[in-house]
């Protein structure tokens, strides 16, 4: 195999089975229901959405978004905090931030299990509609799309270009 | 008896969770002051009583272990109670358990998401120390305000 067949832009698989461990452990805690995984991991939100994201600097650098549509953001937001959000409120911005929080502590567990060193950033938040977050795809961005009882989600991972050789165990 | 608890975290909604988890416990009968990062939780703490602080990790300006260690280093100055520090964060590495406890020298430590279960279980000796320190706090108050001959004590038959 020649050097070119490596993609180096690619996020590692244990990132990605770290964030599906993650996002379902935290959901089961604060909503009580497993939420199911797409087939397919395509971008589909056309409409109003809020994103919560956060970086991970470490062995391999990368960033996670919690991304939420206007219907389903509201729904989360009122079994998450116990009171109603509005989805224009800057309380809705403030949950967006915690849930991608909470998740990425559990990501930064979950990697420590897997010897991957992960320091995660304080949270930022993106409106949008659509919303939009670049690049939208490629070889260093993974979608996934989860459905649950309060609705359709998407968590966006995007590596930082051509640091993935760093990883353990890798030359 | 009424505890003044400070809830630092900056995010606003986080903070009204903190709050009502810990009224639904009913650990304790609280008066909340809230601040959005260390600093101010700082400046909070010095001009007012505080019983009991619980604490988010990551925030801007000044996290909450940078806000713990201050805090535990003006209690050593000037020879204060340590109030019970209470970390409530989404870490939970035992790295960060660690650092938290050990080298900062919080009392406790929660991981979010909670639950009121948790908490009550959690955070009970907590607020017991915090109840046992503003009790002592409030009777070397009403020592110092008391004039002898009104305390009933040996104070009082020296000078009564």
């Known amino acids: 195999m020649s050097n070119s067949a490596i993609n180096t832009d690619a996020l590692p698989p244990a990132i990605i089975d770290a964030v599906q461990a993650s996002l379902e452990k935290t959901y089961a805690a604060f909503f009580s229901e497993k939420p199911v995984l797409g087939a397919n991991g395509q971008d589909r939100h056309t409409g109003p959405c809020i994103a919560g994201i956060i970086s991970f600097l470490g062995d391999a650098p990368w960033s996670l978004a919690w991304i939420l549509s206007q219907e389903t953001a509201p729904m989360l937001a009122q079994k998450f905090a116990g009171f109603e959000i509005p989805f224009d409120s800057p309380d809705m911005g403030d949950v967006a931030g915690e849930l991608v929080n909470v998740i990425a502590g559990e990501i930064v567990a979950q990697l420590e299990k897997r010897r991957i060193k992960a320091v995660m950033s304080l949270p930022t938040i993106a409106r949008g509609s659509p919303l939009q977050l670049v690049p939208e795809s490629g070889p260093s961005i993974v979608h996934l799309e989860y459905t649950s009882r309060e609705g359709t989600f998407w968590l966006r991972l995007a590596s930082a270009k051509g640091r993935s050789a760093c990883m353990p165990g890798k030359q | ?160």
């Open chain 2, 1 to 160: 008896m009424k505890l003044k608890a400070l809830v630092i975290d900056d995010s606003g909604v986080m903070r009204k969770m903190v709050m009502k988890g810990l009224t639904e416990a009913k650990l304790a009968e609280f008066e909340f002051v809230e601040a959005e990062d260390g600093q101010i939780a700082l400046d909070k703490l010095k001009a007012d009583e505080i019983d009991i602080a619980f604490v988010d990790w990551n925030m801007p300006n000044m996290t909450g272990v940078e806000f713990v260690k201050e805090v535990r280093k003006l209690e050593k100055r000037n020879c204060d109670d340590a109030i019970p520090l209470v970390m409530v964060t989404s870490e939970k590495t035992m790295g960060k358990v660690q650092e938290a406890l050990d080298e900062a020298g919080a009392d406790g430590f929660i991981s979010k998401p909670f639950t009121v279960e948790e908490m009550q279980v959690k955070l009970k000796k907590h607020t017991d120390k915090a109840q046992i320190i503003r009790s002592r706090k409030n009777r070397a108050k009403q020592g110092a305000t008391t004039p002898p001959e009104a305390t009933g004590g040996w104070l009082g038959k020296m000078f009564g």
